[in-house]
């Protein structure tokens, strides 16, 4: 290639007029997309292809010359789940408001990193807006303090090193393990917590899983008798664990029992609040992470039930210069003291250097529309699952697992033989994806196979939930 092809190729690339035109047709395509998504227009939502066929269209269309950019915007619509459509009922994750996508657009053509300050301005400002807010919402006070970051599991992961660095000071940090320390946590905890302590070297015996009872919330009465037994066996237990909600079923933990137990053992009491966490902007539900300030730690997904596209992850601490001792390595080309507690360095209090501008999605939710809407989501949400459960039992052929409390449902098709249940449940399932019309995941319960829905949709209502069963009904038909 000559100099003069790369020098016109690389003008081209950073050409503002192409840019605009190109950005006007985007915001067109999306526009549209999002309009008949959200009024369901199509009566699909994902065009199911298995991996290699996928796989293999990408591959010849990367062989292809340069194209027109919207040409390569329409197949990626084409070719992807679409979570705004009310029938989209499946993973947890957010449908983002459309705000969001301005948003970051801006972070994306700044490219401010929020590592450091000067780097990272405005983002390291709106930052600490927005975790002030979650962390008064959480019920704290101003000694409070927190960051964002990528993801719930870096979240949890930070927050287990938090806890190891307050419950055992200098052991691991400066010398390497010297003892075996552990966590407790309940056995529906998501996996990342268990993978938290598995990266921090505690290994399979330093994860105490608790049993939980009929509603899947840990057992409080067992605490004590895991904890004597893990003290026995050599274990310096350092953290105590609580959902809010489970990942399986969304359920609550009796967050005040953890909060007790954690002080009597003098134990790091941290809240993965990842998804249910959300309810702290509820009067409605507000009562279900009752105690949630009494953590140490929690973490909050924003992308989850709060409209924020994925990554977008508060930690936030209950004594804020906690958040300063995790990590303290010498970085003088970025900073001086590393100790020091300068919130608008981001970099001193997480995995992350070069992070994106994550705040400016969620300060631009809440700018835009006031701190309301957060709960206003989560309520629809959460009354949604409730009407959908009603729905539910009511239903001779199918069965309900338990009684939601979030917006997570677990249920299953019942008018078959008991021992198929698991088979053709899961069956259904792949049919549904396949026809593309709903979109559901499942999960195991007990050892059992269910068909799960969480409802993230603030358009999902009950005429879906209906067509979903008769849907159902008609593949088994």
Request: charge should be negative; charged fraction near 20%.
């Amino acid at each position: 290639m000559s100099t003069a092809h790369s020098t016109s190729t690389l003008r081209q690339a950073y050409d503002a007029k192409t840019f605009r035109q190109v950005g006007h047709e985007l915001i067109d395509l999306l526009a549209d997309h999002l309009e008949q998504s959200i009024a369901a227009q199509s009566d699909k939502l994902i065009q199911y292809r298995d991996p290699a066929t996928e796989l293999a269209f990408w591959q010849e269309d990367f062989a292809h010359a340069p194209a027109a950019p919207i040409d390569f915007f329409r197949k990626i619509l084409d070719h992807s789940t679409h979570v705004h459509h009310p029938q989209y009922i499946g993973h947890q994750i957010s449908v983002p408001a459309p705000i969001n996508a301005l948003a970051g657009m801006v972070s994306d053509v700044l490219s401010n990193g929020t590592g450091v300050y000067d780097m990272g301005m405005c983002s390291n400002a709106l930052e600490r807006v927005v975790t002030d807010f979650t962390a008064k919402k959480i019920g704290y006070d101003t000694t409070a303090s927190g960051f964002l970051t990528s993801g719930g599991t870096l979240a949890n992961l930070t927050a287990v090193l938090a806890a190891r660095s307050a419950k055992a000071p200098g052991e691991v940090w400066e010398n390497g393990h010297q003892g075996r320390l552990a966590i407790m946590v309940s056995e529906e905890a998501h996996y990342c917590v268990d993978r938290a302590a598995r990266i921090l070297g505690m290994g399979k015996e330093g994860i105490i899983k608790i049993p939980v009872d009929d509603h899947f919330r840990i057992r409080i009465e067992l605490l004590e008798e895991y904890y004597q037994k893990a003290t026995k066996d050599g274990l310096k237990v350092i953290a105590m664990v609580g959902c809010a909600g489970s990942t399986a079923t969304g359920s609550y933990d009796d967050l005040p029992a953890l909060a007790a137990f954690s002080k009597k053992h003098d134990l790091w009491f941290h809240v993965d609040g990842a998804h249910g966490g959300a309810v702290i902007f509820s009067e409605r539900y507000r009562h279900l992470v009752a105690g949630i300030e009494q953590a140490d730690t929690v973490v909050l997904d924003y992308h989850k039930m709060l409209m924020t596209p994925a990554l977008n992850t508060a930690l936030i601490f209950r004594e804020g210069h906690r958040s300063y001792d995790t990590f303290q390595q010498r970085a003088q080309y970025l900073w001086e003291a590393q100790q020091s507690p300068e919130w608008y360095h981001s970099g001193k209090r997480t995995f992350e250097c070069t992070k994106l501008m994550l705040s400016i999605k969620v300060y631009a939710t809440l700018r835009s529309y006031g701190p309301e809407i957060f709960g206003d989501n989560v309520e629809r949400l959460y009354d949604q699952a409730k009407a959908f459960a009603q729905l539910l039992s009511t239903a001779p052929d199918f069965e309900l697992a338990v009684e939601p409390e979030a917006n997570i449902v677990n249920f299953r098709y019942t008018a078959l033989p008991r021992e198929t249940w698991d088979i053709e449940n899961t069956k259904i399932r792949q049919r549904l994806v396949d026809e593309g019309r709903f979109y559901i995941v499942q999960t195991v319960i007990r050892g059992e196979k269910w068909l799960r829905v969480a409802i993230m949709n603030p358009h999902t209502g009950r005429q879906h939930f209906q067509g979903l069963l008769n849907e159902i009904r008609r593949i088994m038909s």
